[in-house]
């Protein structure tokens, strides 16, 4: 398993890897930052309706391991 993780490389580069590297801190900082973000795009995030809003889009749209490896929907009421 360790096998497939790159972790060395035998080429030479040029140059550091600087756009990747930048990519990789951005989405660490904004991955850290966004639970303790005031920003809200929708104006309610802090109220009741907001937060079941959330909660339903993520329980609508998010891919459940169980739900993906069995091949059914845990969540959805027959």
């Not at 490389?9 to 990747?20: E, G, H, M, S, Y």
């Not at 900082?29 to 966004?34: A, D, S, T």
């Not at 907001?50 to 009421?77: D, K, M, N, W």
């Amino acid at each position: 398993m360790l096998g497939l993780i790159p972790i060395h490389d035998d080429n030479p580069t040029r140059r550091p890897a600087v756009v990747t590297w930048t990519l990789i801190a951005v989405n660490v900082v904004v991955f850290l930052l966004e639970p303790i973000s005031p920003l809200d795009l929708s104006g309610d995030a802090n109220t009741t309706a907001g937060l079941c809003r959330q909660f339903a889009f993520f329980r609508q749209y998010a891919a459940i391991p169980v739900e993906l490896t069995r091949r059914r929907c845990r969540s959805c009421r027959s």
